[in-house]
């Protein structure tokens, strides 16, 4: 038996803890609490796993009191394994090194000197903007963890949210979501899914092999709705501004705004290409959403970080572009007027995403067996 604490909601239980709902011995194996007295006064197990704990929408740092609670769950606990829930390859949370012996992210820096410097809101992308566009935050955070080379053995990769259910809106994850703020999360292994294998969207009663050749009417999926925090926002704002009044053929060359989720989903099994610049970290929704509905990926540039499952092959997978935006309306047409190629990429991504997916149990195990066996 491990303990699991974590902070209960809907991404939560059907992209991160997916793949401890999946395993067929899940209820014996984990105890899953959202209280830390339980953890502190109940608890017999010397193993804890705390995921999305601690998270904040922003970047800040650990305040006091959490300090106060992580030191005493590592004075109970032999082993502290900690699964950051922030969606960026970035610093947050290296301010629970000295209390865990693993902490996990999403995505990882391909360069680990990055962990050793003072990024400008904790991620290389809004560092980016910041010094090249002047771009600022109110508050502002910048990493000033001190970094050692015995801290940096401790973070590891594990996965993203490409192993997640999809599309969002069906009943499963509505349900799911109860569930979870019901304190019951074993609940999710009946009613999740891979998202390969029972995937449906709107105007497409099945995901198939005809998916890819189907008849397009939308040049560019582009919906970017900009976040609140200016140095994440800026690139969605850049390319917005890039993209904004072009024309193909008198049709909108872009399909951008904001439309019901429903409507989205038609939508994207009608596009040919889906352009899905940053979030609030690199890796989107509108990532895998784009390769399951067999458009084409066109995204920034993902060559900093690594991730699983990796659908970031540069020209096998998706097409990058440069952060300034500078090659965005040339790679959107030359894509438009290739479709042969483009379709290549589509199924490419998707065989490639199947792939990763199916190797999803052994990853766990990999990562966590010994810990469970």
Not at 110 to 115: H, V
Not at 146 to 162: A, F, P, R, V
Not at 339 to 342: C, D, V
């Given at each position: 038996m491990i303990t699991v604490l974590?902070?209960?909601?809907?991404?939560?239980?059907?992209?991160?803890?997916?793949?401890?709902?999946?395993?067929?011995?899940?209820?014996?194996?984990?105890?899953?609490?959202?209280?830390?007295?339980?953890?502190?006064?109940?608890?017999?197990?010397?193993?804890?796993?705390?995921?999305?704990?601690?998270?904040?929408?922003?970047?800040k740092d650990l305040q006091s009191d959490e300090l106060e609670i992580l030191k005493?769950?590592?004075?109970?606990?032999?082993?502290?394994?900690?699964?950051?829930?922030?969606?960026?390859?970035?610093?947050?949370?290296?301010d629970v090194l000295p209390f865990a012996d693993i902490l996990f992210y999403k995505s990882v820096f391909?360069?680990?000197?990055?962990?050793k410097k003072n990024l400008y809101g904790k991620n290389l992308f809004a560092d980016f903007y910041h010094k090249n566009n002047g771009i600022t935050d109110?508050?502002?955070?910048?990493?000033?963890?001190?970094?050692?080379?015995?801290?940096?053995?401790?973070?590891?990769?594990?996965?993203?949210?490409?192993?997640g259910t999809y599309p969002r809106w069906n009943f499963p994850q509505r349900l799911g979501t109860i569930s979870a703020r019901a304190n019951m999360p074993v609940i999710g292994q009946f009613i999740g899914g891979k998202p390969l294998n029972r995937v449906s969207f709107p105007g497409c009663a099945k995901i198939n092999k005809n998916i890819f050749t189907n008849n397009r009417n939308i040049n560019v999926h582009a919906r970017i709705d900009p976040v609140t925090?200016?140095?994440?926002?800026?690139?969605?704002?850049?390319?917005?501004?890039?993209?904004?009044?072009?024309?193909?053929?008198?049709?909108?060359?872009?399909?951008?705004?904001?439309?019901?989720?429903?409507?989205?989903?038609?939508?994207?099994?009608?596009?040919?290409?889906?352009?899905?610049?940053?979030?609030?970290?690199?890796?989107?929704?509108?990532?895998?959403?784009?390769?399951i509905s067999g458009a084409l990926l066109l995204k920034p540039d993902m060559s900093h970080l690594v991730t699983w499952p990796d659908i970031y092959l540069p020209y096998e997978t998706y097409i990058p572009l440069k952060w300034d935006g500078s090659d965005l309306l040339e790679k959107t047409e030359y894509y438009l007027n290739n479709?042969?190629?483009?379709i290549r990429i589509t199924q490419n991504a998707y065989n490639h995403y199947s792939d990763e997916l199916s190797a999803l149990e052994r990853r766990f195990e990999d990562l966590l067996g010994e810990y469970f066996s």
């Open positions: 974590v902070h209960y909601e809907r991404i939560s239980l059907f992209h991160t803890m997916l793949p401890f709902l999946l395993k067929n011995k899940s209820k014996k194996t984990f105890y899953f609490t959202q209280s830390v007295n339980w953890c502190l006064n109940k608890d017999k197990n010397d193993i804890l796993f705390m995921e999305r704990c601690f998270q904040h929408r922003q970047p005493k769950l590592r004075d109970k606990y032999k082993t502290i394994i900690y699964f950051c829930g922030q969606p960026e390859a970035g610093t947050n949370r290296l391909s360069d680990f000197n990055n962990y109110n508050p502002e955070y910048i990493n000033k963890d001190i970094i050692t080379e015995e801290d940096l053995k401790k973070i590891k990769l594990s996965w993203n949210i490409g192993v925090c200016p140095s994440i926002a800026y690139q969605r704002v850049l390319f917005l501004n890039i993209i904004s009044n072009l024309k193909r053929d008198r049709q909108i060359l872009f399909l951008t705004g904001t439309v019901a989720q429903k409507q989205y989903y038609k939508e994207l099994v009608n596009s040919k290409i889906v352009l899905s610049p940053f979030g609030w970290g690199e890796v989107c929704f509108r990532d895998f959403e784009a390769i479709e042969k190629e483009r």
